[in-house]
């Protein structure tokens, strides 16, 4: 009797694997797909921008006044910001005239340069435009901030401890933790996209979707207790009582280097601040993948905010813009890590690591190249 309940235990789990097998999306599958599957195969098959070696293709300021001659610089910011200094030769395009003024560089030779204040918007709208097939678009890293001094404030009025690490330990602000989820669901439905009318193409879903996302726009410069349609400040996910509401489903965009607070102590769980409550680490670098299909990408919820931080938040609004366009309610932690504990950045300070570091901006990062006004 034993032996047959066993059984019967190890036939309800493959059965009810197999049935997650089947949920999963397969790129190759001939089966009829809807709307939302027929997407994801498709930028899957475009190259998958943000699951590819070629991620995530930011220039750093150096490299562009090396090769200025190389690229064609287009400027995303507000007019305002553009004439009070921008790069020599670049050109001011609004979000609303960016995804046909870049079609029509198709023949351009040029690598095309987005830049934006901080980097977080380029980087936004450089994604939408990978996945539309412009394979030669890249972002200024950090942004006009790190030009020229003139602009340093746009970052540096911006980096912020709100984690103080030097707080005790038996403290936690917030209830920043160090444990770790591992466990993801093992397959949600995509989102239930919202198309202008019937029977689209796959190309002409693509198309709509890539140039929605844009039109709404990214704000890179509020920070604070604000939540915008790509944007949401560290204060509002607190002040919203995330831990009990269970509202968002946060994640940490980048690799274990964020995700825990370097240097602590093992065991140390709940006295230290890694990252927020219940935040899940979806690796951004490759081999990875986190967000492919066939990896983590339907562990994501389809009926409540993600809230996704990262280094800086530039490759947090990638991760934005990717599942805006699937259809998903996500949001990018603005200025990312600098914001909710800059001091992590900074090799002189206990808790940081040179690895880290690395991925952060350091005053040698502030350059002093011309512009123009």
């Not at 005239?97 to 560089?105: H, I, K, P, S």
């Not at 940490?252 to 995700?259: G, I, P, R, S």
């Not at 990252?275 to 670098?285: D, E, K, S, V």
């Not at 938040?313 to 504990?341: I, N, P, Q, T, W």
Request: aromatic content about 14%; proline content about 3%; charged content about 20%.
């Amino acid at each position: 009797m034993r032996q047959i309940y066993f059984i019967f235990i190890i036939s309800i789990i493959v059965i009810a694997n197999l049935r997650c097998i089947e949920e999963n999306i397969a790129v190759n599958s001939t089966e009829e797909l809807d709307n939302s599957a027929l997407l994801l195969r498709e930028f899957e098959e475009r190259g998958d921008f943000i699951n590819s070696d070629e991620f995530p293709a930011l220039i750093s300021a150096d490299s562009v006044f090396t090769e200025l001659d190389n690229f064609t610089v287009i400027d995303v910011r507000n007019l305002s910001d553009f004439l009070q200094g921008h790069i020599t030769n670049s050109v001011n395009v609004t979000k609303e005239n960016l995804y046909d003024y870049v079609a029509g560089l198709e023949n351009n030779k040029n690598k095309i340069l987005l830049v934006s204040n901080t980097g977080q918007a380029a980087a936004y709208y450089l994604t939408l435009l990978r996945y539309a097939g412009f394979k030669n678009v890249y972002s200024l890293k950090f942004g006009i901030a790190v030009w020229n001094d003139n602009f340093a404030h746009l970052w540096k009025n911006n980096f912020n401890n709100f984690i103080n690490d030097s707080s005790s330990p038996f403290n936690p602000q917030y209830d920043f933790n160090h444990i770790a989820q591992y466990y993801k669901a093992s397959s949600n439905r995509l989102p239930e996209l919202q198309l202008s009318k019937e029977n689209l193409t796959v190309t002409e879903i693509a198309e709509e979707r890539i140039r929605a996302a844009i039109n709404l726009g990214f704000d890179e410069k509020s920070s604070g207790e604000i939540i915008t349609e790509n944007t949401v400040g560290i204060e509002y996910i607190t002040w919203k009582n995330y831990k009990n509401t269970n509202e968002f489903f946060i994640i940490c965009f980048a690799n274990t280097a964020l995700y825990f607070r370097p240097n602590t102590s093992r065991g140390c769980l709940l006295q230290c601040s890694g990252h927020p409550w219940g935040t899940y680490l979806y690796n951004a670098f490759p081999p990875y993948g986190d967000l492919r299909s066939t990896a983590d990408l339907q562990s994501l919820p389809n009926n409540k905010p993600i809230i996704i931080y990262s280094f800086t938040g530039e490759r947090s609004a990638m991760a934005v813009a990717y599942l805006k366009m699937l259809g998903y309610d996500a949001r990018s932690v603005v200025f990312g890590g600098h914001y909710m504990f800059r001091s992590r950045f900074i090799t002189t300070n206990f808790y940081s690591s040179e690895l880290l570091a690395s991925f952060g901006i350091q005053e040698s990062s502030f350059k002093n190249y011309p512009y123009s006004n």
